[in-house]
């Protein structure tokens, strides 16, 4: 039996609830089709947005929506997505399947969006092919309440008042789709850029994201930190000129030329995903040790704003527009992932998975005018009243490890464990194994439970929804579970992800 030991007096930081941030990219069905159709779709909507999606990211609690790329982000001119839409540039989309963007989707488009769903605005600007006077600029239109030619272009396309832009992401990947550039030459131009990103609102500071690494390439996180550190720092604090620095890491079993089908593997597959969502603490670890000896009182956030499964598109779809089935698997995987990033919450401020609808390790899935939930929305469902609540100290004790060969070991069971502001004790426990229970006790330091909520998921490793089966795999009600001696005893089944509530 696993004993699940928690000690809720010990707190170890505040969960940002942007570690349960989402990212939209101008990719495939994610903006057009997936989250926008149009005033004059059949579809139902309101200004545009559909409907049954915002409604279902709402009750999901979407904290921060990162747009509008991704490789799109350094190919896109924001000028050509503003004004009436009948006269917006139609541009090829080169980066994602060759399709025309007519640009009805632009930055009031966005804010609109962020609106209606109640978030937190990331949005993330060009370097790679972009100027620092159209960055200034946009930065301008958004934000800037008084009289400028930025700000007179905003209201005479017909929004008054400025917005509010909460992250500001100064170019993405710019060691790859962003402008393959070096860490100090990049490093240079987020400093030269990142100037020009001004706070009209000094009540409301913008936060600002320079670009960090992919996967493993410390040496870009040295680089870029070396560059951005040097002096002159302004008022003689060093700060990197930054408020946060990205991480980009995908899991894909089989490397990236061999993907491998999202819906079709065998259990060796399973533990090597796994293996490698696991991988992702040892990243946060190693990048945070980078960024400890920069900033060792973590004042700059470490910003996952990409991260999740990455398979092969399903048959017969466009290859550039990244769309996948999402399976129990994936479910685990987010589980596990975001666990992690709530252990690691003294660094991590953001995470956003990759994508939002219809790309990717998407929550939600469209045809046509039909939507549904995927098993991973149905996890963020489950982990949202981790967001804003204090992680504190927990761990397994007997977790053994399990898998199919000597690479692919990983422990059967991952969890994580906050206190949220009306005192719930917030557990989600994922269990690792395809076809194992796992009989769990789990004690308190001093709670004595009285008022226990649960919720969990499950289904084979195969398990998905489709358009004719939406509801294969679904967030139930858990009351198996029994108190005794304020130990709370429960079997985990295989292939799970469970939540609980306890006061
Ligand atoms: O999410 C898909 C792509 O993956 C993004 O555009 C890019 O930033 C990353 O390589």
């Given at each position: 039996?696993?004993?699940?030991?928690?000690?809720?007096?010990?707190?170890?930081?505040?969960?940002?609830?942007?570690?349960?941030?989402?990212?939209?990219?101008?990719?495939?069905?994610?903006?057009?089709?997936?989250?926008?159709?149009?005033?004059?779709?059949?579809?139902?909507?309101?200004?545009?947005?559909?409907?049954?999606?915002?409604?279902?990211?709402?009750?999901?609690?979407?904290?921060?929506?990162?747009w509008?790329?991704?490789?799109?982000?350094?190919?896109?001119?924001?000028?050509?997505?503003?004004?009436?839409?009948?006269?917006?540039?139609?541009?090829?989309?080169?980066?994602?399947?060759?399709?025309?963007?007519?640009?009805?989707?632009?930055?009031?488009?966005f804010?609109?969006?962020?609106?209606?769903?109640?978030?937190?605005t990331y949005v993330n600007g060009?370097?790679?092919?972009?100027?620092?006077?159209?960055?200034?600029?946009w930065?301008?239109?958004m934000?800037?309440?008084?009289?400028?030619?930025?700000?007179?272009?905003?209201?005479?396309?017909?929004?008054?008042?400025?917005?509010?832009i909460?992250y500001f992401g100064?170019?993405?990947?710019?060691?790859?789709?962003?402008?393959?550039?070096?860490?100090?030459?990049?490093?240079?131009?987020?400093?030269?850029?990142?100037?020009?990103?001004?706070?009209?609102?000094?009540?409301?500071?913008?936060?600002?994201?320079?670009?960090?690494?992919?996967?493993?390439?410390?040496?870009?996180?040295?680089?870029?930190?070396?560059?951005?550190?040097?002096?002159?720092?302004?008022?003689?604090?060093?700060?990197?000129?930054?408020?946060?620095?990205?991480?980009?890491?995908?899991?894909?079993?089989?490397?990236?030329?061999?993907?491998?089908?999202?819906?079709?593997?065998?259990?060796?597959?399973?533990?090597?995903?796994?293996?490698?969502?696991?991988?992702?603490?040892?990243?946060?670890?190693?990048?945070?040790?980078?960024?400890?000896?920069?900033?060792?009182?973590?004042?700059?956030?470490?910003?996952?704003?990409?991260?999740?499964?990455?398979?092969?598109?399903?048959?017969?779809?466009?290859?550039?527009?990244?769309?996948?089935?999402?399976?129990?698997?994936?479910?685990?995987?987010?589980?596990?992932?975001?666990?992690?990033?709530?252990?690691?919450?003294?660094?991590?401020?953001?995470?956003?998975?990759?994508?939002?609808?219809?790309?990717?390790?998407?929550?939600?899935?469209?045809?046509?005018?039909?939507?549904?939930?995927?098993?991973?929305?149905?996890?963020?469902?489950?982990?949202?009243?981790?967001?804003?609540?204090?992680?504190?100290?927990?761990?397994?004790?007997?977790?053994?490890?399990?898998?199919?060969?000597?690479?692919?070991?990983?422990?059967?069971?991952?969890?994580?464990?906050?206190?949220?502001?009306?005192?719930?004790?917030?557990?989600?426990?994922?269990?690792?194994?395809?076809?194992?229970?796992?009989?769990?006790?789990?004690?308190?330091?001093?709670?004595?439970?009285?008022?226990?909520?649960?919720?969990?998921?499950?289904?084979?490793?195969?398990?998905?929804?489709?358009?004719?089966?939406?509801?294969?795999?679904?967030?139930?009600?858990?009351?198996?579970?029994?108190?005794?001696?304020?130990?709370?005893?429960?079997?985990?089944?295989?292939?799970?992800?469970?939540?609980?509530?306890?006061?």
């Amino acid at each position: 039996m696993a004993k699940i030991l928690i000690n809720e007096k010990n707190r170890k930081g505040h969960i940002n609830p942007e570690i349960y941030g989402h990212f939209s990219e101008h990719l495939g069905r994610c903006i057009y089709e997936g989250l926008y159709v149009g005033e004059d779709s059949d579809i139902p909507n309101v200004n545009g947005m559909r409907k049954d999606v915002v409604d279902a990211l709402k009750e999901m609690q979407i904290p921060v929506l990162r747009w509008p790329g991704g490789c799109f982000a350094d190919e896109y001119h924001w000028k050509d997505g503003i004004g009436p839409k009948e006269t917006r540039k139609k541009m090829v989309n080169t980066h994602w399947g060759g399709v025309v963007e007519d640009n009805s989707f632009g930055t009031h488009e966005f804010f609109e969006l962020c609106e209606q769903l109640g978030c937190k605005t990331y949005v993330n600007g060009n370097v790679g092919s972009g100027t620092v006077q159209e960055m200034s600029e946009w930065v301008e239109y958004m934000t800037f309440d008084g009289v400028s030619p930025m700000a007179e272009l905003r209201r005479k396309n017909g929004h008054e008042k400025p917005w509010k832009i909460d992250y500001f992401g100064v170019g993405n990947e710019n060691w790859g789709c962003g402008g393959s550039m070096t860490p100090e030459y990049y490093g240079n131009l987020y400093r030269r850029y990142q100037t020009y990103v001004r706070h009209y609102d000094h009540a409301a500071p913008i936060q600002k994201i320079c670009c960090g690494a992919n996967v493993a390439d410390y040496f870009w996180t040295e680089g870029v930190l070396k560059t951005c550190f040097e002096l002159p720092q302004p008022n003689n604090i060093p700060t990197g000129y930054m408020d946060g620095l990205s991480l980009h890491y995908y899991v894909h079993p089989g490397g990236w030329d061999n993907k491998g089908s999202a819906t079709e593997f065998d259990e060796a597959v399973w533990y090597k995903t796994m293996a490698k969502a696991l991988y992702m603490e040892e990243l946060i670890e190693r990048h945070g040790a980078i960024m400890d000896r920069y900033d060792p009182e973590k004042k700059i956030g470490m910003m996952v704003d990409e991260w999740g499964c990455w398979f092969d598109v399903e048959p017969g779809t466009n290859p550039g527009f990244l769309y996948q089935q999402n399976t129990m698997r994936d479910a685990v995987v987010a589980g596990v992932s975001m666990n992690i990033f709530n252990r690691h919450c003294d660094r991590v401020k953001m995470a956003c998975i990759a994508q939002m609808v219809n790309v990717l390790q998407s929550v939600i899935l469209t045809e046509g005018p039909k939507m549904i939930l995927t098993p991973t929305y149905h996890v963020f469902h489950m982990y949202r009243h981790h967001q804003d609540a204090e992680l504190v100290e927990s761990c397994i004790d007997g977790n053994r490890m399990i898998g199919t060969g000597a690479d692919n070991q990983v422990p059967f069971l991952n969890e994580s464990v906050s206190v949220d502001k009306d005192g719930y004790v917030n557990v989600t426990v994922a269990n690792l194994s395809t076809k194992e229970d796992a009989p769990v006790e789990m004690s308190f330091m001093e709670l004595m439970p009285k008022e226990i909520t649960a919720a969990v998921l499950k289904g084979e490793m195969h398990a998905h929804n489709t358009f004719d089966e939406p509801e294969n795999v679904k967030e139930e009600t858990f009351d198996a579970y029994e108190v005794k001696d304020g130990k709370v005893c429960f079997t985990a089944p295989a292939c799970s992800v469970i939540s609980f509530r306890v006061r």
